[in-house]
């Protein structure tokens, strides 16, 4: 079953007095529990793609299927009710509150989900989180007292702490060195392999690329290639 389907999906910015199209009649589908990765160079149209998939814009034209829902409409404040509830993010720079510790970090999308947790049962949930990405024992430090890796185990469990169905992570290896690189990216398969969470690993690194079961791989705004990895199934 699909979790995404994109359907001749287009997207036009105007500057000024012209037309930019960027994304120019995308068609795709990510299986649920897949692990894909979303290639190509800077100005592809790599970036405006990940947007619209996740429910950050809205497309021009064409039909977006979210986990069986017509999303390509929708307003800004329903694509945000989706992104609360179905899908997670885990960015390049972190994107963590300083002075803020990693428990607290982990619990604030709890504090916009439609779900509503008490305030020991929101502390429970995160903590189990942290403890699952390895930081029990860094839970109350801040981001500035932690390394890239620890800062981006961090984000990878405020990403799920909303229990998402899609995870997308972009260019998340990008400020981390090799072996950090590796320890990420093995998380991000286990989460896919034990949890079933879909993720869409968002690269312009081939190394990086190579950890998806399928690569999805666009240029000048169409997708031109959609390799599968090692072990799986077309």
Not at 157 to 173: G, H, M, Q, Y
């Amino acid at each position: 079953m699909n979790v995404i389907e994109l359907h001749n999906i287009c997207k036009t910015y105007h500057v000024g007095e012209l037309d930019v199209p960027v994304l120019k009649g995308i068609t795709l589908a990510v299986g649920r529990g897949e692990l894909v990765a979303l290639t190509g160079a800077s100005g592809s149209g790599k970036s405006t793609l990940m947007n619209i998939l996740g429910c950050l814009d809205r497309p021009s034209s064409g039909r977006y299927v979210l986990d069986g829902q017509d999303i390509s409409g929708l307003s800004a404040d329903d694509r945000a009710h989706v992104r609360n509830n179905k899908i997670g993010f885990v960015f390049q720079n972190f994107n963590l509150l300083p002075r803020t510790s990693a428990l607290e970090n982990v619990i604030l999308p709890l504090t916009y989900a439609a779900e509503h947790l008490t305030d020991h049962q929101a502390t429970g949930r995160a903590l189990q989180l942290i403890e699952r990405v390895g930081l029990a024992d860094r839970a109350h430090h801040e981001p500035s007292q932690l390394s890239g890796g620890q800062q981006q185990r961090v984000a990878i469990a405020r990403a799920l702490v909303n229990r998402p169905s899609i995870l997308f992570a972009d260019e998340p290896t990008g400020n981390l060195d090799s072996r950090t690189s590796r320890e990420v990216l093995s998380m991000f398969e286990q989460l896919n392999r034990e949890e079933g969470i879909t993720i869409i690993l968002v690269t312009h690194d081939q190394e990086v690329a190579r950890h998806a079961r399928r690569a999805i791989h666009i240029s000048d705004g169409v997708i031109v290639d959609g390799q599968f990895g090692p072990g799986a199934a077309p």
